[in-house]
């Protein structure tokens, strides 16, 4: 068998991030007298200067999403009142912050649970993409001007890293992102259960499992697949894989439409097309996360509708990444470590499809590319 040096691809990678500064013309809520004196932006939307209107001891006004979401605030002294709608669910709550900044606490102390929900019914109805529930007791992100933060994970070919590094900075330029969006791809590992009977015979080999993964994502499986059986007896070829993971922070506001960008690009496919491979098929799917979820959630895992495999995480993400990522900025040297990745990518593709090919022609007795 023909050997080579193994691929290598660079661990954490850096997207462009999509700045957009907000307005905050006074900061005490009391120094308010006109629309020109209100944040551009406020938790939901943007601000519809026409919403205001002087009341008495204070003032109110409206900021408005494109998707309908809603954020108006009361201001009446002492006491003022926040009323939220996202998708349609409302929630009011009272305020006793002086200053614009403070509503970052209020964020805090507002449960996105059932605004997340929504959107994953809208979601996972459209794209292969998994929403996890933001549970009652777990911990809330977010600030002020911009409201709730999510996260959003998907397994990404290593040879279309430049092509999604591109998409980021064309996103700079989409007046319809209004709100900040950061990303990274980091080398990750999963691991995925393919069910025995329930997927395409391919998938119940181990040469055959390991092809599919590399076709995909162009990276080496982490261990050859093994056929194991759960306690009820079903059997399950185990798939331990390496790739590069996009991890994105977004706010809830936002995720919609940053998941119809990375589908109208090809990076998360739809929902329900019964294809093979990415971006189409379960273990290829994006998930969107409460924030926090990539660092905090151990061991997550899911089951396709169909219960044909269970994809498996230990961790989404790594929070030393946020660290080491400060050694790998500049256009430039990103551009170069991508297209290193893409080498690697065409290397491993081509190193695999050799084995088999040898381990084909092995098992039939004739060196491998002999007619047969």
């Not at 496919?269 to 151990?298: Q, S």
């Not at 551009?335 to 990745?341: G, Q, T, V, W």
């Not at 990518?345 to 047969?372: I, L, N």
Request: with cysteine; hydrophobic share 45%; net charge negative.
């Amino acid at each position: 068998m023909t050997t080579s040096a193994a691929p290598t691809f660079p661990k954490l990678l850096q997207m462009p991030a999509i700045e957009r500064p907000v307005n905050v013309p006074v900061a005490d809520l009391a120094d308010v007298k006109s629309a020109a004196d209100l944040p551009s932006r406020l938790l939901l939307g943007d601000l519809v200067a026409a919403s205001f209107k002087p009341v008495k001891k204070g003032w109110t006004a409206d900021w408005r999403d494109a998707d309908g979401h809603l954020a108006r605030f009361r201001y009446a002294g002492g006491l003022s009142s926040l009323e939220l709608s996202f998708a349609g669910d409302e929630t009011v709550t009272l305020v006793s912050a002086s200053r614009f900044g403070d509503l970052g606490a209020s964020v805090q102390g507002i449960h996105p649970g059932a605004w997340l929900a929504r959107l994953g019914e809208r979601l996972e109805a459209m794209y292969n993409l998994r929403v996890f529930p933001h549970r009652e007791d777990d911990a809330v992100g977010g600030d002020f001007p911009d409201g709730h933060l999510v996260s959003l994970v998907l397994p990404v070919p290593a040879d279309r890293l430049m092509a999604l590094f591109d998409l980021h900075k064309a996103l700079r330029e989409d007046a319809a992102i209004r709100t900040p969006v950061d990303a990274y791809l980091r080398y990750a590992f999963s691991t995925v259960n393919y069910v025995e009977g329930r997927c395409h015979p391919m998938l119940a080999h181990p040469a055959g499992l390991v092809l599919h993964h590399v076709n995909a994502l162009g990276t080496p499986a982490a261990e050859m697949p093994v056929r194991e059986l759960d306690p009820q007896g079903v059997a399950a070829w185990t798939l331990q894989r390496g790739h590069y993971l996009y991890v994105a922070h977004c706010r809830l506001r936002e995720a919609a439409r940053l998941v119809e960008r990375l589908a109208a690009a090809g990076f998360i496919g739809a929902a329900d097309t019964g294809k093979e491979g990415w971006p189409y098929a379960p273990e290829f799917g994006a998930a969107l996360l409460p924030f926090g979820y990539e660092y905090a959630a151990a061991n997550a895992w899911w089951f396709d509708k169909a219960g044909s495999r269970r994809i498996f995480y230990a961790r989404f993400a790594d929070a030393d990444d946020r660290q080491a990522l400060g050694g790998h900025s500049g256009d430039i040297w990103l551009k170069a470590l991508i297209r290193d990745a893409a080498k690697a990518a065409d290397q491993c593709r081509v190193e695999t499809a050799r084995a088999f090919a040898e381990g084909m022609a092995e098992a039939a007795g004739k060196p491998a590319g002999q007619a047969h």
